[in-house]
């Protein structure tokens, strides 16, 4: 793409825009911001097809499910899922302690979340249920106060995980072939908080 002029605007977010993610259908424009907003776009009016506000805190992580019309956010207060494309709330996922910056999901289901202190966990996108949580090790000669997970992506195969952290380093993990499926006895809240 090769382009000189803005062809359109969209206004809305009263703070810094963090997060853009974009779809074939609608809403084609989902954006997230420091204001604590989740805006969805309807780009053929140019204005805002609904307003998602139930963060309480910046909203830094977005990712979009890559097979359902579902996607997820992320803030210091939680994870939270909606579906498209009116953003009806599905559920929270609680469980960090450090502000979350960044969500990555696969098409098994899989979801990851990374926070300022280096923390990562796992989910299971269906049932919200965390499976598995680390501890990003930080390159030798760093503060450990450096283990902070700022971006990540699953490879085109779903199976590996690349982190950006800022110790300087891109981290690569792969899924332990080894590893046995588990039965899951976890039971969700009976009733799933609505904020």
């Known amino acids: 793409m090769r382009s000189k002029a803005c062809i359109h605007t969209l206004t809305g977010h009263t703070?810094?825009?963090?997060?853009?993610l974009t779809q074939a259908a609608e809403p084609q424009i989902i954006t997230s911001s420091q204001d604590?907003?989740?805006?969805?776009?309807?780009?053929?009016?140019?204005k805002?097809?609904?307003?998602?506000?139930n963060?309480?805190?910046?909203v830094r992580g977005?990712?979009?499910h890559p097979t359902q019309y579902t996607f997820a956010s992320a803030s210091a207060d939680n994870i939270?899922?909606?579906?498209?494309p009116n953003g009806e709330f599905i559920q929270n996922l609680t469980g960090h302690t450090s502000v979350i910056n960044s969500l990555a999901v696969n098409p098994d289901g899989v979801l990851v979340s990374g926070a300022d202190n280096g923390t990562m966990h796992f989910w299971d996108w269906k049932t919200g249920y965390n499976f598995q949580r680390i501890q990003a090790q930080v390159q030798p000669g760093s503060l450990d106060s450096e283990a902070g997970v700022f971006a990540m992506a699953f490879d085109h195969s779903g199976s590996r995980l690349i982190t950006c952290e800022s110790d300087k380093t891109i981290k690569f993990y792969?899924?332990?072939?080894?590893?046995?499926?588990?039965?899951?006895?976890?039971?969700?809240d009976l009733l799933r908080k609505r904020y």
């Open 15 to 20: 703070n810094t825009v963090l997060n853009v």
């Open 36 to 46: 604590s907003t989740i805006r969805l776009w309807d780009i053929v009016a140019g």
């Open 48 to 53: 805002t097809r609904a307003t998602l506000t």
């Open 55 to 58: 963060h309480k805190k910046s």
């Open 62 to 64: 977005l990712v979009m």
């Open 80 to 84: 939270k899922q909606w579906k498209c």
């Open 174 to 188: 792969k899924e332990d072939e080894t590893a046995l499926e588990e039965p899951i006895n976890w039971k969700p």
